[in-house]
C-alpha cells in the first residue's frame, strides 16, 4: 500500500508532536539542573547561606537588645532594694533611673506597683505598642526575664521586700518596623529553601504530566494540518508582545519543523537566558550590598591587626636580648587588648554600616596618644616620631578604644605619606574655649586641593590598595564624640590633621 505524501506527512506530524516535547522536556531540565555544576557556582547554596547570616545577625542584634533591657531592669531593681525609701518621692525615683538609663531615647521604663496595681512612674506618655500581656507578667514574675512580642522587646525585673513582691521594673523598646519586616522576609526565604527538593520533586512530576498534555495535544493537532503553517508564526508574534510586556516566563509552544523550529528554539533560548541574566543581576546587587559592609569590618579589622603585627615584629627583633621579657610583657598587653578590642568590635557591630556608638568614659587624651604611640617602637630609623603634650589637661569623656582607633589611622596614613622617611609629630593643647586640640602633623608627601576636598568621602582613596574607609571612620567617630576635624595640607610639604574635643569633666568630678 502507497502512503501518499499528505499521509506521511500527517503520520510524521504526530511522531514529531508525540516524541520532540517530551526529549526537549528532559534535555532542557537536565541542562538546567546541570548548569551550576558547568559554570562552577551553585548559586542557590550562595544565597542560602548569605540569608542564613544575615538570619543570625539579625537574632543577635535582638538578642543584644533583650539583654540589654534585662540588665537595666536588674541594675534599677537592685539600685532600689538598695534606696527602698526613694519609692517615696518620683523625682528621687527618676532621678535614680537617668542615672542608670543609656542614653538612648528608644529605650523607655515602666515601675509596676504590683500591690495597688498601678504604675508608679513611667517615661513614655504613648503606652498603646505597651502589651496589657507584659502587665500581666510584671504581676507574676518573681525574678528576672527579657523576652519579645512581636515589635517590642522588653526585660522585667521583680523586686521583694520581706519576702513581698511589691513591684516590678520593666524595660521595654520598640524594634525599627523594617527590622521586624525583614526578619519575617527572612524566615520565609529560609522556608523555601529548606523545602526547595520536595519543590524539584514536584516539578519533575508537573513536567511528565505537561509531556502527557503535550502528547495528547499533538495527536488532535494531527487532524488540523491546515494551522500547522501559520500557528507557528502567530505564536511567535504572540510571543514577542509578551516579552516586550516583561513576562520572561513566557514561552512560545510550537510544534514545527525545519527553519520555524529553529526560529522557535532559538527565541525559547533568548528569553531563557534574559530572565536568568536578570535573576543573576538581582542576586549580584544584592551581594553588592553585602560585600561594602564586609570591606568596612574588614577594614576595621586591619587596623586593630597592625599593632598586633607591630607587636609580634620586636618579639622578634629582640629575641635573645636583655629587654626581651620586658618587650614581651608590653607586646603580650598589647596584643590581648587588641584582641579583646576587635572581639568587641564583632559583638557590637550592629547594621552592616554603621559602626558601634561610643561607650563614653573619663579618659586623659596624652594616656590615649602615648599608648598609641608605644605600637609604633618598630618604626624605620628613618621616621622619627616627636610628641609635644601640654601638662594638667582636663579629662574627655570619650570612647577610648575608638579614639585610640583614630589616632591608630591618622598615624599609619602619615607613615604611608613618608616612604622616604620623615617626622611625625603629636601635640596637644587646650585652647581658649575649652577644647581639647589634638594635631597630627607629618612632613610626607602631602596632598592636592582636590584630595583634600574628598578625603572624608567613603570608598575614595589614593592608595593602590586602600578601602577608602579610614578617614571617612575617622570623621564619623569624631562627629559622634560632638568634635570637630580639620586638614590641612600643602602638596610636597606636608600634612596637619587638627582634632578638637570638647572637655567633658571638671575639677570637683575629678576629686570624685
Known amino acids: 500500500m502507497q502512503i501518499s505524501k499528505f499521509q506521511l506527512k500527517i503520520t510524521l506530524i504526530f511522531l514529531i508532536v508525540l516524541i520532540v516535547p517530551a526529549t526537549i522536556s528532559i534535555f532542557l531540565t537536565q541542562y538546567i539542573l546541570t548548569i551550576e555544576k558547568r559554570t562552577g557556582m551553585d548559586v542557590d547554596k550562595k544565597v542560602e547561606e548569605v540569608l542564613l547570616e544575615t538570619s543570625s545577625i539579625a537574632y543577635d542584634i535582638i538578642d543584644k537588645e533583650k539583654e540589654e533591657c534585662k540588665f537595666i531592669a536588674q541594675a534599677i531593681s537592685e539600685e532600689i532594694s538598695y534606696n527602698i525609701n526613694v519609692l517615696q518621692s518620683k ?3 527618676m532621678q535614680l533611673i537617668k542615672d542608670i538609663m543609656p542614653a538612648d531615647n528608644r529605650i523607655d521604663f515602666v515601675i509596676f506597683d504590683v500591690i495597688n496595681d498601678t504604675v508608679i512612674l513611667t517615661s513614655s506618655t504613648d503606652d498603646s505598642s505597651f ?10 514574675l518573681q525574678g528576672i526575664i527579657s523576652e519579645q512580642e512581636g515589635e517590642i522587646i522588653y526585660g522585667i525585673a521583680s523586686l521583694s521586700n520581706n519576702k513581698k513582691h511589691i513591684l516590678s521594673v520593666i524595660i521595654y523598646k520598640k524594634l525599627e518596623q523594617g527590622l521586624v519586616t525583614n526578619i519575617m522576609d527572612l524566615k520565609n526565604l529560609l522556608g523555601f529553601y529548606a523545602y526547595k ?8 512530576i508537573i513536567m511528565f504530566a505537561l509531556v502527557i498534555a503535550l502528547a495528547v495535544l499533538g495527536t488532535l493537532l494531527s487532524t488540523i494540518l491546515a494551522r500547522s503553517i501559520t500557528k507557528p508564526i502567530l505564536d511567535l508574534v504572540a510571543g514577542t508582545k509578551e516579552i516586550a510586556k516583561g513576562n520572561l516566563d513566557y514561552r512560545v509552544q510550537v510544534k514545527a519543523k525545519d527553519e520555524i523550529a529553529t526560529l522557535v528554539e532559538s527565541f525559547n533560548l533568548m528569553t531563557s537566558q534574559l530572565k536568568a541574566s536578570r535573576e543573576r543581576l538581582m542576586i549580584t546587587e544584592r551581594l553588592s550590598a553585602w560585600r561594602d559592609v564586609a570591606r568596612q569590618i574588614a577594614h576595621e579589622i586591619k587596623n586593630l591587626l597592625s599593632p598586633i603585627q607591630l607587636s609580634m615584629y620586636r618579639l622578634k627583633k629582640n629575641l635573645g636580648s636583655d629587654r626581651y621579657n620586658e618587650i614581651f610583657e608590653q607586646s603580650y598587653e598589647s596584643i590581648t587588648n587588641e584582641v579583646e578590642n576587635l572581639k568587641n568590635m564583632i559583638t557590637e557591630f550592629s547594621n552592616f554600616a554603621r ?3 561610643p561607650r563614653t568614659r573619663p579618659a586623659h587624651i596624652n594616656k590615649i596618644i602615648e599608648d598609641a604611640i608605644s605600637l609604633y617602637t618598630g618604626l624605620p630609623n628613618n621616621i ?26 591618622l598615624i599609619g596614613n602619615a607613615i604611608d605619606a613618608m616612604p622616604e622617611g620623615g617626622q611625625l609629630i603629636l601635640s596637644t593643647k587646650l585652647d581658649e574655649n575649652g577644647y581639647i586640640v589634638m594635631q597630627v602633623k607629618d612632613n610626607g608627601c602631602g596632598m592636592s586641593d582636590e584630595v583634600r576636598q574628598k578625603i572624608f ?3 575614595f582613596t589614593t592608595k593602590e590598595k586602600g578601602t577608602g574607609l579610614g578617614m571617612s571612620i575617622v570623621a564619623q567617630t569624631i562627629e559622634e564624640h560632638e568634635g570637630t576635624i580639620s586638614v590641612e595640607s600643602i602638596q610636597g610639604a606636608g600634612t596637619i590633621i587638627t582634632i578638637r574635643l570638647k572637655s567633658g569633666i571638671t575639677e570637683k568630678e575629678n576629686e570624685i
Open 91 to 93: 523625682d528621687k525615683l
Open 131 to 140: 502589651s496589657s500581656d507584659i502587665t500581666q507578667k510584671a504581676k507574676s
Open 197 to 204: 527538593e520536595e519543590y524539584e520533586k514536584i516539578s519533575w
Open 355 to 357: 559602626m558601634p556608638k
Open 384 to 409: 622619627k616620631i616627636q610628641k609635644n603634650l601640654a601638662e594638667n589637661l582636663p579629662q574627655l569623656m570619650v570612647d577610648v578604644d575608638q579614639i585610640r582607633q583614630v589616632l591608630h589611622n
Open 457 to 459: 568621602t567613603p570608598y
